[in-house]
């Protein structure tokens, strides 16, 4: 087995007096990729920042492999010293290595090399920083949230491009497909401290919960020892000193033990305040238009939303995501045709900029609207503290200017706010920005168990998965079509997942004329568990609804039925047309799916 190219060992730093790190490992195989996971807050980036040589710890060792490359992707690059991309990006290439690699990555990821780094928009840096990273093709790549400001074309592209390199990956991410379908293994960083799991991310969330089980039934037995010893104390000292010492001391030991231990970062309680039910319509839109000029964002879209329907709008960056939701929501007028909002409704947004946050208010005051020291939830009163603690903010942070917070902690207050207004009607604006995975699971809960209606924008490709029950896909030249299901449901009936803009793609021929190789092909598309699993169980429900379908057919067959039970024989025309609705969409899907897998098949 070859030698880890790099590793850090027993590294402990601390910021303002407060231990963020106090004993973490990591090392990196030639080829591993791993994820490096943790709660907001808990060093992740800092412990990158030490394996990437940036941040000297204040105790550890850092190990390179002499020889070894090592390029880091920082969340904020500085690219003030460069008068074009391409320049910034061939600032990162070695001696031996290919030129033409910056171009070709620069043109894949929608650049085109001469932009003025300092007019990039935060999407089009992170691009150029990606690029400048990944060039080289170093033999260690530190990526910190990669996919952040970057949409669905380019986030499936990097998946394929990181898996095509044989640089070894260290990965921060929130967003979880993005890991699972790259991790290896996996480490945990928690309370200071680095566990490892020798499997990918797909497997964390399950052994994360067992360690956290075990260590809560060892801290169940210190509790019991130490009342059992706390008793003698009080009740059984003898005469015999020495043994009275030496327990006496061990009682010390047990209680410095307890108070040496950090319990598990709490969870964020999300609680939604719910208004009275809307009506049964929510958004309609009929024949509605936009342009910016000669540019399309909505060509004559109609469209129905009901009370209950959660949909999910996607499309690369640029297509008019937030400006079609702007019209759905009545924020922004059309240019042509109508849109029709239901009767009571009480929408509450959630904006991907944070704009409506007020930067020189307390967090106390955002919660609070500055009055009072209470928010009402669900109609009921509760102290401003106590709801911060439930979205993972402390007591001092009361009087903490919203300012000064970090990315996950304004998403979280956005979050709390939101979540205290009245609302039959949610409009989520990429609410998954920052937000660290057991917050993202708890936000997922809270939407499945909504009672309203929700209509969010996403880029997060398991988040719209497991929140969505349709997807509204920009289709270019302002085209939109609606697809039953979660993203991946959407991908199965297109054959093919949201595409860049034309404008981006437009340089692609010109690399295909190289000799360079290009991006790794995306992996052979497979039937997924459900729809083999539909293929396999459909015949015999279609059975099982042809011989219902009889049995009504056999009672309606009575001449007499209509004079004799008019009551009955509405009943079964009714059952007859729900059986035969139900029968012919059982055999649309598996018609589908039988040609879908006769199609694989041929081209595999």
Known sequence: MAPPLLTLQNIALTFGGTPLITDAELSIAPGERACLVGRNGSGKSTLLKIAAGLIEADRGTRFVQPGATVRYL??????????TTLAYVEAGLGPGDDHYRA?????????????????????????????????????????????????????????????????ALVLISHDRRFLENLSQSTVWLDRGVTRRLGQGFAHFETWRDSVLEQEEMEQHKLDRKLAAEADWLRYGVTARRKRNVRRLANLHTLRQQRRDHKGAVGSVSMTLSEAEQSGTLVVEADGVSKSFGDRAIVSNLSLRILRGDRIGIVGPNGAGKTTLLNLLTGVLAPDTGTIKLGSNLQMVTLDQRRASLDPNA???????????DSVMIGGQAKH???????????????????????????NRLMLARALAQPSNLLV???????????????????????SGTVILVSHD??????????????????????????????????????????????????????????????????????????????PTRMSELEAKIAKVQEILADPELYTRDPARFQKAMDTLTALQTELSTAEERWLELEMLKEELEGSA
């Open 74 to 83: 920082a969340q904020e690059p500085d690219m003030s010293a460069f008068k």
């Open 428 to 450: 989520l604006d990429e609410p998954t920005n920052d937000l660290d995975l057991e917050t993202l699971d708890l936000l997922q809960e809270m939407i499945v168990d909504y």
């Open 103 to 167: 171009r070709y990555l620069l043109e894949q990821l929608g650049l085109t090399g001469d932009e003025d780094p300092s007019r990039l928009s935060g999407g089009e840096a992170r691009r150029a920083a990606l690029a400048q990273v990944m060039a080289p093709e170093p033999d260690v790549l530190l990526l910190d949230e990669p996919t952040n400001h970057l949409d669905l074309p380019v986030i499936e592209w990097l998946e394929g491009e990181l898996k095509s390199l044989r640089s």
């Open 384 to 410: 401003v503290i106590g709801y911060m603690k439930d979205f993972l903010f402390s007591p001092e942070q009361a009087r903490t200017p919203v300012g000064v917070l970090s990315g996950g902690e304004r």
């Open 362 to 372: 307390t967090v106390a005051e955002t919660l609070t609207g500055g009055r009072g």
């Open 461 to 538: 490709r398991d988040f719209l998965d497991r929140t969505v029950g349709s997807v509204l896909v920009a289709e270019g030249e302002g085209r939109w079509i609606e697809y039953a299901g979660g993203y991946s449901d959407m991908v199965a009936q297109r054959g093919e997942g949201v595409q860049a803009r034309v404008a981006e793609r437009e340089t692609k021929p010109k690399a295909e004329k190289t000799s360079q190789p290009q991006a790794a092909p995306a992996a052979k598309r497979k039937l997924s568990f459900n729809e083999q699993h539909d293929l396999k169980t459909l």
